[in-house]
């Protein structure tokens, strides 16, 4: 049986794009809100990221 054959007779496959196709399930998915990109760091992280910047910078001089 060549890939494409196995790929098209995986049961879990099947089961996925049945699932995708289901009316209830895509209804479902649509009353999700929408993911969001931020692109500001919140002030702690970004803290956080500068002092491991600041030691690896170090690490590396030595």
Same mark, same amino acid.
């Given at each position: 049986? %060549?890939? $494409?054959?196995?790929?098209?007779?995986?049961?879990l496959t099947t089961q996925i794009r049945r699932q995708f196709s289901d009316r209830s399930n895509q209804r479902f998915l649509h009353s999700l809100p929408t993911f969001e990109?931020?692109?500001e760091l919140p002030e702690p992280l970004r803290t956080l990221l500068e002092r491991l910047d600041a030691q690896e %910078?170090? $690490?590396r001089g030595r």
């Open positions: 049986m %060549s890939r $494409t054959n196995a790929v098209k007779h995986d049961p990109v931020v692109n %910078s170090s $690490t």
